[in-house]
């Protein structure tokens, strides 16, 4: 029995075991018992099929919004580059640099 089964059994309950067949007023009787045991298992099960859809749907936003922070990446919290300044004899070299970082960075997230 699978988790997800254990879990519906338990929130249900288990079904009553039947007897020996009765016969006459008692025999009515245990059948009328029986249908309001069945009324009442089948509104719990609609309860938890509506719990388990819930669930479901919930866990679908997530997975969507997981995919979707995955493509946006993590927001830095600098507006601007760190490190390249205008100003100083190596701004060129640091800019290449950076652009080749930027590019193999590009690359591998492709891989």
């Known amino acids: 029995m699978s988790f997800q089964q254990r879990n519906i059994c338990h ?3 288990q079904l009553p075991r039947t ?3 009765r016969s006459g007023r008692n025999s009515r009787s245990a059948r ?3 249908r309001v045991e069945v009324a009442r298992l089948e509104r719990r099960l609609a ?4 719990l388990l859809e819930a669930k479901e749907g919930e866990l ?3 997975r969507r919004r997981s995919s979707a922070e995955q493509e946006q990446g993590v927001a830095s919290k600098y507006r ?8 100083g004899s190596l701004v ?10 930027f590019e193999a960075n590009l690359e591998l997230q492709k891989r």
Not at 92 to 101: C, D, H, L, P, S
């Open 11 to 13: 929130s249900i309950g």
């Open 19 to 21: 007897g020996r067949r």
């Open 32 to 34: 009328g018992s029986g």
């Open 47 to 50: 309860k938890v099929k509506a």
């Open 60 to 62: 679908r936003q997530a």
């Open 80 to 87: 601007e580059v760190q490190g390249l300044y205008g100003t």
């Open 92 to 101: 060129e070299r640091k800019r290449k640099m950076m652009q080749r970082i």
